[in-house]
């Protein structure tokens, strides 16, 4: 007994866990979807893109360095790279080469383009703290839709569990004959279109799942239910927060609204950047170079001898030797050729920019008409967030209006139903009046619930503008 105890809270406890690991919390959902967004992921590889850039800009500054070399096979009549003698005989070479340059002035090209990027930098990444924080709204715009659907499916249900012991009761009155037949068919005409509606709902609510799934990125396969928190916390305080207040809030706090500034700027530095072409560019540069030649020689030594000639002495010939001194010579060794070839040289260059087929002044045009279009964007992106914050205020204390005059209907609703209820009870009003009423009920309590969960959203889109984290308690 002892071990079939333990064996079954084992099993419990095990069922709980997954149960847990099932499901979805508000902030689990968040966290999942920032992690898996496909466009976050993208944002992520444009900041990534953008801190490139920057690096790149950095060592743009930088002394350049490259290396050469070339190896090459020639026959028939060639010249000697080393001697420059033509030769009849294949020939081997091999030339090796150092170079490096700096840009000493380019008009301050290099260091704004440096300013340029990082700012871009800056940009991007407000830009992905921005989309993560739309995706995270989205994510409560989905989870609250799926609440409301739950909670409606509740009502409903508790609807037809009511109907049904209408149902019983009336059965229990026609046994006694103290109701005819055909007021049971009201009633259970009403069980059938309650029952309806509760698959409706049903079919709604997996509909909700499925999408907030779909945005979460799970795989077809895996349940998914989400985490239903306890009694949400409203806060009626927020609706006395004035536009002024969020909009300037929001100004200073808004990843997208100091990314639009960051734009202007970069658009500016963009200027300077295009003008830099109308200043000359001043470049150091230098070179290191040797050669190779298969048929290069070395002087190992002298031999001394004597070689005759034949002069002529007042019309007379003799021969006379004449000593001599020959070279011995040998394969030039590879290391060798490249030290005594060895060739280096420095230079300076200067652009001056003269005339380059308006291209210079196109570019500082197009540049200042950049930065005209990034101030428009930033302002429409202004402009946009107060009208939205002034319509998520407004809607905000519409719904909460709606909302009490919606609980003050559904009070009235149930005590009307309660009154005929009681009259029914003691046979005064009919079976139609009870259903009516029941009817009104329902319909204002699904209004509340619609009003409450509205309100709810629109208390987080505000909270949204606020920068607070969004949070259902």
Same mark, same amino acid.
């Given at each position: 007994?002892?071990?079939?105890?333990?064996?079954?809270?084992?099993?419990?406890?095990?069922?709980?866990?997954?149960?847990?690991?099932?499901?979805?919390?508000?902030?689990?959902?968040?966290?999942?979807?920032?992690?898996?967004?496909?466009?976050?992921?993208?944002?992520?590889?444009?900041?990534?893109?953008?801190?490139?850039?920057?690096?790149?800009?950095?060592?743009?500054?930088?002394?350049?360095?490259?290396?050469?070399?070339?190896?090459?096979?020639?026959?028939?009549?060639?010249?000697?790279?080393?001697?420059?003698?033509?030769?009849?005989?294949?020939?081997?070479?091999?030339?090796?080469?150092?170079?490096?340059?700096?840009?000493?002035?380019?008009?301050?090209?290099?260091?704004?383009?440096?300013?340029?990027?990082?700012?871009?930098?800056?940009?991007?990444?407000?830009?992905? +703290?921005?989309?993560?924080?739309?995706?995270?709204?989205?994510?409560?715009?989905?989870?609250?839709?799926?609440?409301?659907?739950?909670?409606?499916?509740?009502?409903? +249900?508790?609807?037809?569990?009511?109907?049904?012991?209408?149902?019983?009761?009336?059965?229990?009155?026609?046994?006694?004959?103290?109701?005819?037949?055909?007021?049971?068919?009201?009633?259970?005409?009403?069980?059938?279109?309650?029952?309806?509606?509760?698959?409706?709902?049903?079919?709604?609510?997996?509909?909700?799942?499925?999408?907030?799934?779909?945005?979460?990125?799970?795989?077809?396969?895996?349940?998914?239910?989400?985490? +239903?928190?306890?009694?949400?916390?409203?806060?009626?305080?927020?609706?006395?927060?004035?536009?002024?207040?969020?909009?300037?809030?929001?100004?200073?706090?808004?990843?997208?609204?100091?990314?639009?500034?960051?734009?202007?700027?970069?658009?500016?530095?963009?200027?300077?950047?295009?003008?830099?072409?109308?200043?000359?560019?001043?470049?150091?540069?230098?070179?290191?170079?040797?050669?190779?030649?298969?048929?290069?020689?070395?002087?190992?030594?002298?031999?001394?001898?004597?070689?005759?000639?034949?002069?002529?002495?007042?019309?007379?010939?003799?021969?006379?030797?004449?000593?001599?001194?020959?070279?011995?010579?040998?394969?030039?060794?590879?290391?060798?050729?490249?030290?005594?070839?060895?060739?280096?040289?420095?230079?300076?260059?200067?652009?001056?920019?003269?005339?380059?087929?308006?291209?210079?002044?196109?570019?500082?045009?197009?540049?200042?008409?950049?930065?005209?279009?990034?101030?428009?964007?930033?302002?429409?992106?202004?402009?946009?967030?107060?009208?939205?914050?002034?319509?998520?205020?407004?809607?905000?204390?519409?719904?909460?209006?709606?909302?009490?005059?919606?609980?003050?209907?559904?009070?009235?609703?149930?005590?009307?139903?309660?009154?005929?209820?009681?009259?029914?009870?003691?046979?005064?009003?009919?079976?139609?009046?009870?259903?009516?009423?029941?009817?009104?009920?329902?319909?204002?309590?699904?209004?509340?619930?619609?009003?409450?969960?509205?309100?709810?959203?629109?208390?987080?889109?505000?909270?949204?503008?606020?920068?607070?984290?969004?949070?259902?308690?």
């Amino acid at each position: 007994m002892k071990h079939s105890s333990l064996i079954l809270l084992l099993t419990l406890m095990t069922g709980l866990s997954v149960s847990a690991q099932n499901t979805w919390s508000l902030q689990r959902c968040v966290d999942h979807a920032r992690e898996n967004s496909l466009s976050i992921k993208q944002n992520r590889l444009n900041v990534e893109r953008a801190r490139i850039a920057a690096e790149q800009a950095v060592h743009n500054q930088y002394p350049r360095l490259n290396g050469s070399a070339n190896y090459g096979l020639n026959f028939g009549r060639t010249i000697d790279p080393v001697t420059n003698d033509f030769e009849t005989r294949s020939i081997g070479n091999n030339s090796l080469g150092l170079s490096a340059g700096v840009l000493l002035y380019d008009g301050g090209s290099i260091k704004n383009t440096i300013a340029q990027t990082r700012v871009n930098l800056q940009s991007a990444t407000l830009d992905g +703290r921005q989309f993560s924080d739309d995706l995270a709204l989205t994510v409560v715009q989905y989870y609250l839709a799926i609440l409301f659907a739950q909670d409606r499916l509740d009502n409903a +249900r508790l609807q037809v569990q009511t109907t049904t012991q209408q149902l019983d009761q009336m059965d229990r009155l026609i046994a006694a004959g103290s109701k005819p037949e055909g007021d049971r068919l009201e009633i259970l005409a009403q069980k059938a279109r309650e029952e309806q509606n509760i698959t409706t709902i049903e079919n709604t609510v997996s509909t909700n799942k499925l999408l907030l799934k779909q945005l979460l990125r799970l795989s077809i396969d895996q349940t998914f239910e989400i985490e +239903r928190p306890g009694a949400i916390e409203l806060q009626p305080s927020e609706i006395e927060q004035n536009l002024l207040g969020i909009y300037n809030h929001a100004l200073s706090n808004r990843p997208d609204i100091q990314s639009g500034d960051l734009r202007v700027q970069s658009a500016e530095i963009g200027v300077k950047i295009a003008k830099s072409n109308f200043y000359p560019s001043i470049s150091l540069g230098g070179n290191l170079n040797s050669v190779f030649s298969s048929l290069a020689q070395r002087i190992d030594g002298f031999s001394d001898t004597r070689v005759q000639q034949v002069i002529f002495f007042n019309g007379q010939s003799a021969t006379i030797e004449i000593p001599t001194r020959i070279p011995q010579t040998s394969n030039n060794p590879y290391f060798s050729q490249l030290n005594e070839n060895l060739g280096y040289g420095f230079g300076l260059n200067m652009s001056i920019p003269i005339y380059n087929n308006y291209t210079a002044k196109s570019q500082v045009k197009q540049a200042q008409v950049a930065v005209e279009s990034a101030k428009l964007d930033a302002e429409q992106t202004k402009e946009t967030l107060k009208n939205n914050i002034q319509t998520a205020l407004n809607e905000l204390r519409a719904t909460a209006n709606t909302y009490e005059a919606s609980k003050r209907s559904t009070e009235a609703s149930q005590r009307a139903y309660n009154n005929i209820k009681i009259k029914y009870d003691v046979g005064v009003a009919t079976t139609f009046e009870l259903l009516t009423a029941k009817n009104n009920l329902d319909i204002v309590t699904t209004e509340e619930l619609l009003s409450r969960y509205d309100y709810i959203f629109r208390s987080k889109v505000v909270d949204y503008y606020l920068g607070r984290q969004i949070r259902l308690n």
